[in-house]
């Protein structure tokens, strides 16, 4: 027979594998919106990892307190520098992704090999429209 003690400390164990459990999707769900983001604003997400950095109450956008989970991530667009960014989560809800300033990469074709001329972004899209798929 379990003691009152042994009953509660159970449960608590039980809770602590249920909260791991829960952060654990939590997690991966953050990953999975940090790549969504990095691919639309094509930058590459270093790692393939996101990083729990802490958790508090924060205020949502209706002004309600509610836990925050933030995780943080690094992105490159040349492939040689590291950029910050971190996503804020309130449950499985995004409330921000953000990243630092980044540059932002150049169309292939609008540096021309011979002289290095840099042409005119405007002139590069009148030279190349979007194709329709």
Same mark, same amino acid.
């Given at each position: 027979?379990?003691?009152?003690?042994?009953?509660?400390?159970?449960?608590? $164990?039980?809770?602590?594998?249920?909260? @791991?459990?829960?952060?654990?999707? *939590?997690?991966?769900?953050? %990953? /999975? !919106?940090? #790549?969504? $983001?990095?691919?639309?604003?094509?930058? @590459?997400?270093?790692?393939?990892? *996101?990083?729990?950095?802490? %958790? /508090? !109450?924060? #205020?949502?956008?209706?002004?309600?307190?509610?836990?925050?989970?933030?995780?943080?991530?690094?992105?490159?667009?040349?492939?040689?520098?590291?950029?910050?960014?971190?996503?804020?989560?309130?449950?499985?809800?995004?409330?921000?992704?953000?990243?630092?300033?980044?540059?932002?990469?150049?169309?292939?074709?609008?540096?021309?090999?011979?002289?290095?001329?840099?042409?005119?972004?405007?002139?590069?899209?009148?030279?190349?429209?979007?194709?329709?798929?």
């Amino acid at each position: 027979m379990l003691t009152l003690g042994e009953l509660t400390a159970l449960l608590l $164990a039980l809770g602590a594998c249920a909260w @791991l459990w829960h952060a654990h999707g *939590v997690h991966e769900h953050a %990953l /999975r !919106l940090v #790549r969504e $983001a990095c691919q639309r604003e094509d930058v @590459l997400l270093l790692d393939e990892n *996101v990083a729990f950095r802490r %958790l /508090r !109450l924060q #205020r949502d956008r209706r002004g309600q307190l509610r836990l925050a989970r933030e995780y943080a991530f690094e992105f490159t667009v040349t492939g040689e520098q590291r950029h910050n960014g971190r996503i804020v989560l309130f449950g499985r809800q995004p409330a921000l992704i953000e990243l630092d300033p980044h540059p932002f990469r150049e169309p292939p074709e609008a540096v021309e090999a011979a002289g290095e001329r840099v042409i005119n972004l405007d002139e590069w899209r009148r030279r190349h429209p979007p194709q329709e798929r």
